[in-house]
């Protein structure tokens, strides 16, 4: 490998160790998180398919908990279905394919985004997982000062207690996961957040996917969804934006493909310069992350991965926007390729600290 390397590798203490001495196998990966991140996540959706592919995805075999917050939980629920191919395939054309009048109301990307979410679920009504397969879909719900209304002082509220300490945030918004397949991680409430469960089933399983990609004064919020607490719930990343949960209580390693080269661990703190990056935090310790490289990213569309702000970029050129996005998920297919080779054959010597 050289140079124009598509991606690159970090890993927490006791990965990096373990890919020294043992190598990698995918009866070691116990866990794969996917990040809340918008448009980015399309980036990684050609490795979601070597990855899970039943019939000769690396992971094929493996018991696995996956967890995901906003476009991350469109993705693994996908990636948990009994076809994932198919669903990730809907999930990649209809996120390529929204287009919004100039100025959208929350209620049109609301609209919008439960198309998504149907997208995810195809004919079905609910997520039915295959077989070792454990499913998270990470939620944040409305308390205190952000209950009834979510307006931007609200928000701007809670922005301002996140400032002053992450968990300050907890007093206005709650973790609510809906899980299906038997989860079992976390195995309890690991900070002020809470960590309450609730079962998909066919009464909510589109509301809790559309939950976790709600975008605060972009998106109309979902409220009450059957079978968990009353009152509304939004995106999931911004409690868990890039999920920096307690991973150190599972028992192997956890695979994390991720868009960025750190971990984040709520979405409001991405804007705080001491708090934009975990570092070695002990919770990352068995944590392997595969990201796009910067010389890939000087290969893509804007230099860039797809983003949110491409929305404002190219306006009304829809067209131009779904071309770019496209052209970014083929070079993808090249970073994907990449993944699995080093994957299959590792090479300690490309790990960096994470």
Same mark, same amino acid.
Not at 63 to 71: C, D, M, P, Q, Y
Not at 95 to 99: D, E, R, S, T
């Given at each position: 490998m050289n140079g124009n390397r598509s991606f690159a590798v970090h890993a927490g203490a006791r990965a990096a160790a373990h890919l020294r001495a043992d190598g990698l196998a995918p009866s070691d990966v116990r866990c794969v998180p996917a990040a809340a991140g918008g448009p980015k996540g399309l980036a990684l959706i050609p490795l979601d398919r070597r990855l899970f592919d039943p019939a000769h995805g690396w992971l094929r075999e493996a018991?696995?908990?996956?967890?995901?917050?906003?476009?991350g939980a469109w993705r693994m629920a996908a990636a948990a279905m009994p076809e994932p191919l198919a669903a990730l395939d809907r999930l990649a054309s209809a996120?390529?394919?929204?287009?919004y009048s100039r100025q959208p109301t929350p209620r049109e990307v609301a609209e919008q985004c439960r198309r998504l979410a149907r997208a995810v679920l195809g004919d079905a009504h609910r997520i039915d997982t295959r077989p070792g397969r454990a499913l998270s879909v990470v939620t944040a719900r409305a308390r205190g000062s952000l209950e009834?209304?979510?307006?931007?002082?609200?928000?701007?509220?809670?922005?301002?207690?996140?400032?002053?300490?992450?968990?300050?945030?907890?007093?206005?918004?709650?973790?609510?996961?809906?899980?299906?397949?038997?989860?079992? !991680?976390?195995?309890?409430?690991? =900070?002020?957040? #809470?960590?309450? +469960?609730?079962?998909?089933? &066919?009464?909510?399983?589109?509301?809790?996917?559309?939950?976790?990609?709600?975008?605060?004064?972009?998106?109309?919020?979902?409220?009450?969804?059957?079978?968990?607490?009353?009152?509304?719930?939004?995106?999931?990343?911004?409690?868990?934006?890039?999920?920096?949960?307690?991973?150190?209580?599972?028992?192997?390693?956890?695979?994390?493909?991720?868009?960025?080269?750190?971990?984040?661990?709520?979405?409001l703190d991405k804007f705080l310069p001491w708090r934009r990056h975990a570092g070695p935090h002990p919770w990352l310790d068995n944590v392997l992350v595969v990201s796009p490289s910067p010389?890939?990213?000087?290969?893509?569309?804007?230099?860039?991965?797809?983003?949110?702000?491409? !929305?404002?970029?190219?306006?009304? =050129?829809?067209? #131009?926007?779904? +071309?770019?996005?496209?052209? &970014?998920?083929?070079e993808s297919e090249r970073f994907a390729d990449e993944v699995m080779r080093w994957l299959e054959r590792p090479d300690p010597s490309l790990v960096r600290p994470l």
């Open positions: 018991a696995l908990e996956l967890v995901g917050a906003s476009i996120y390529v394919g929204q287009a009834g209304g979510g307006t931007r002082t609200a928000f701007a509220r809670a922005a301002l207690a996140n400032t002053l300490s992450r968990s300050r945030l907890a007093a206005h918004l709650q973790r609510v996961v809906f899980t299906a397949g038997g989860c079992r !991680f976390p195995a309890s409430s690991f =900070d002020r957040f #809470g960590f309450d +469960r609730v079962t998909l089933d &066919a009464r909510n399983s589109e509301d809790a996917l559309l939950a976790s990609g709600s975008i605060p004064l972009l998106c109309e919020p979902v409220r009450n969804p059957s079978g968990a607490p009353r009152g509304e719930y939004w995106d999931g990343g911004l409690i868990d934006y890039h999920l920096l949960l307690p991973y150190a209580q599972l028992p192997g390693l956890v695979l994390y493909p991720h868009f960025a080269p750190h971990v984040t661990a709520g979405w010389a890939m990213l000087a290969r893509l569309p804007n230099r860039k991965l797809p983003d949110r702000n491409d !929305f404002y970029r190219y306006g009304p =050129d829809h067209a #131009g926007r779904q +071309r770019d996005w496209r052209r &970014a998920m083929a």
